[in-house]
């Protein structure tokens, strides 16, 4: 009788293999139970610094700290055993530098376990995915809509029409030239992301960027519809737990108040018979 041989773990390197094959499946997950969940179907699950947002009910990913997201990288990364985690590196933990960045990228990984970051920025943040990636750091890249920056760009609205598609290439070339394993283009027009998708040699992974990239990676929240109201444009909703839930809490509620909750299946005896 032979023993099952152990499933052996996406790494970024099978994520660069993948360009132009089978898409890759990316969900966030925030935590176990999800991460678990997000294994059995996925490539890669994201710890996103959306987790301020989604969990946290904060207006923006702006207020996400460090040690926010290594305790939902522990998290995520126990219920893992072939889905890849990336971390998010969140505002204000890399942008002042290489050596920053190195710092708080390394601190990531070593308490959490996961094998990759992502970072938010192009051409401007070549020079620290380059120092990242030199220094035994898998990075994948974030261009386009980069939340991180909602504050300067004016709002989650599309970037990369017009005049602003040409910095889009030149940004995801930037991102690839740096050494970045893959990218993330967000709320990028799906003419355009199929042109950068052609001219790199490494994975684009899209979020309301077409069905051109090369993977596809969605908020997990959204795709179950744990929300009732808030519904992006580019989330396609697989189920609707917000409304699930919401009727069986009421439920819940008014058996309680009306007193047949717990009953007697529920409860136990005074006495053990005999």
Do not use: W
């Not at 290489?98 to 094998?115: D, H, K, S």
């Not at 970072?119 to 070549?126: N, R, T």
């Not at 394993?181 to 709320?187: A, C, G, H, N, T």
């Not at 001219?199 to 051109?212: D, N, Q, R, Y």
């Amino acid at each position: 009788m032979s023993a099952t041989a152990p499933v052996r773990p996406v790494l970024p390197p099978d994520i660069t293999a993948r360009k132009g094959g089978v898409p890759l499946v990316v969900l966030t997950a925030y935590t176990t139970p999800m991460a678990r969940l997000v294994d059995a179907h996925c490539d890669i699950a994201l710890v996103g610094d959306s987790l301020g947002m989604v969990l946290h009910g904060m207006p923006s990913t702006i207020g996400v700290t460090l040690e926010m997201m290594i305790l939902h990288g522990r998290a995520v990364t126990r219920g893992l055993s072939r889905a890849m985690a990336v971390i998010d590196m969140p505002f204000g933990s890399y942008e002042e530098g290489p050596a920053q960045a190195y710092r708080n990228a390394a601190r990531l990984m070593a308490e959490t376990g996961a094998p990759a970051v992502k970072l938010e920025g192009g051409q401007h943040m070549a020079e620290t995915i380059a120092f990242l990636t030199a220094r035994g750091v898998p990075v994948m890249a974030h261009v386009g809509l980069t939340p991180q920056a909602v504050n300067t760009l004016g709002g989650y609205k599309v970037v990369g029409r017009e005049a602003e598609a040409d910095k889009v290439m030149q940004d995801a070339l930037a991102c690839e030239a740096a050494g970045a394993f893959s990218i993330v283009l967000e709320k990028v027009p799906v003419g355009l992301a199929a042109r950068v998708t052609a001219a790199l040699k490494i994975p684009t992974i899209g979020i309301g960027a077409g069905v051109e990239c090369d993977g596809q990676v969605l908020v997990i929240d959204d795709m179950l519809g744990m929300f009732t109201e808030f519904r992006p444009k580019f989330v396609k909703r697989y189920a609707d737990l917000g409304h699930a839930a919401d009727e069986a809490i009421a439920a819940y509620a008014a058996e309680v108040r009306a007193r047949a909750f717990p009953g007697p299946e529920h409860g136990f005896a005074d006495q053990v018979k005999a």
